[in-house]
């Protein structure tokens, strides 16, 4: 279970979550590819955004967010939701290069994060809803100790695994994958730890009787501890009769049930059945399988996560660089969205020789397949010598318009003195 749990979460987080710094989809909706070009230009290479994504990077180190988030998505999939912490530093301050805190105008209005915290799902006392919007104004939680504390949603990331409220008065409860199949895997725990080892140990000898000639308890005794290892009884009654029946299963039948069993939480927790058992599916079924599972389960579940992360993470952080209410973000030029990494299970020459066709038929541009293929180093290389190219020739345009400017000038002066001359008599090839 657990390692159904962690291929899961691994398939949907990727290596590590990552951000990008986009325009608002309220300005990219119905614009042209050269006004979105445009925009691009005017607000994404703003000096402004460097620092935002400066900033971003910072916080995501010190809180370990891929650490973190890790854990949060493990207690949203095995209690059907998950809820973590927000530390923040007081309003209007940060952590200088010393490690000490100092005044820092960058975080006025909520304060920047300082740790992640997770907590445990099972300790969520109650759910505050809103009445009108059915939006979650805050969980009280209980830490222990008589202490309870309803924390707010500036303050934490919360997401639900939602059952739709199928149940009357359930919304934010959540609905665990995990659950359905529990009864599978207790009992192939019952197997391996009690109906595996006790079959061995019944089968693993000989059953028999043997009549030892004599009622001596000692050379009784002495021909049992001989045979313990075995299934065999001694005795000293020479008319003991005995039927004999053969009870034995075959001791593969409980693996064969305890596979079926894993079998089943596979096919509960949405994971291919080949990356649990490698036997069951070769290479070419093996990428099918791993496409139809990226375009059902894994991008719904990124969906959500999406959202949790912009909502309670990046939103807030967002409003804290602009010095507005959180509420206000969706209304700025720019939004920060979390990216995940995809899995690549064909090998990398299989992915360049893929990559390479969709370049030569004029799919993707060269930038385009680096980003495919997640070469950053040499992406951004790329991006460099471009610019140096574009930024090339424009001064080689200037220069030629310049140039040009300059011939026409020297021709317009030299028209000008001709037509001087002529006008004091001055022969035109003397002038």
């Keep these: 279970m657990r ?153 934490m990331i919360f997401g639900v695994n939602d059952d739709n409220n199928l149940y009357d008065n359930t919304n934010f409860s959540g609905m665990s994958p995990v659950w359905t199949c529990l009864s599978a895997s207790q009992s192939n725990i019952v197997i391996n730890d009690e109906d595996i080892p006790e079959a061995t140990r019944s089968f693993s000898g000989k059953f028999g009787l043997l009549y030892a000639g004599t009622s001596k308890k000692s050379t009784i005794r002495n021909l049992a501890d001989l045979l313990a290892q075995g299934a065999w009884v001694v005795h000293n009654q020479a008319n003991l009769k005995a039927e004999v029946h053969d009870l034995a299963r075959d001791l593969m039948e409980l693996p064969n049930v305890r596979e079926s069993g894993a079998k089943y939480m596979t096919w509960c927790t949405m994971v291919p059945l080949f990356l649990i058992f490698e036997d069951t599916a070769n290479f070419a079924t093996a990428n099918q399988a791993l496409a139809a599972w990226h375009a059902t389960t894994i991008t719904y579940y990124r969906t959500i996560v999406q959202g949790i992360l912009e909502k309670y993470w990046y939103d807030p952080m967002l409003a804290d660089h602009f010095g507005i209410d959180v509420k206000d973000v969706i209304a700025e030029r720019i939004k920060v969205k979390p990216v995940f990494e995809d899995l690549i299970f064909d090998t990398y020459k299989d ?53 040009l400017q300059k011939g026409i000038n020297n021709a317009a002066n030299i028209q000008f003195i001709k037509a001087q001359g002529q006008a004091n008599g001055v022969p035109a090839q003397n002038t």
């Design 3 to 155: 390692r159904l749990v962690n291929t899961l979460v691994f398939g949907i987080k990727g290596e590590r979550i990552k951000f990008v710094v986009d325009l608002n989809e309220e300005l990219t909706e119905f614009a042209s590819d050269e006004e979105l070009k445009t925009l691009q230009e005017s607000i994404l290479k703003d000096g402004d955004i460097d620092n935002l994504k400066r900033k971003l990077i910072r916080v995501n180190k010190r809180v370990q967010f891929n650490d973190r988030i890790d854990t949060f998505l493990k207690s949203f999939f095995v209690f059907g939701r998950g809820l973590s912490q927000i530390i923040r530093f007081p309003r209007g301050s940060t952590i200088n290069a010393d490690g000490q805190e100092e005044l820092d105008a960058e975080w006025p209005v909520y304060g920047e994060p300082r740790a992640i915290r997770p907590l445990n799902s099972i300790r969520i006392i109650d759910v505050q809803v809103n009445e009108t919007t059915g939006e979650l104004d805050g969980v009280t939680y209980d830490y222990g100790q008589a202490k309870r504390k309803v924390i707010k949603p500036i303050d």
């Design 351 to 403: 992915t360049v020789e893929a990559i390479n066709m969709l370049v030569q038929s004029g799919v993707y541009t060269p930038e385009q397949a680096l980003e495919k293929l997640g070469e950053d180093k040499f992406l951004e290389q790329n991006r460099e010598i471009q610019d140096e190219v574009e930024k090339a020739k424009e001064e080689s345009i200037n220069e030629a318009k310049e140039d």
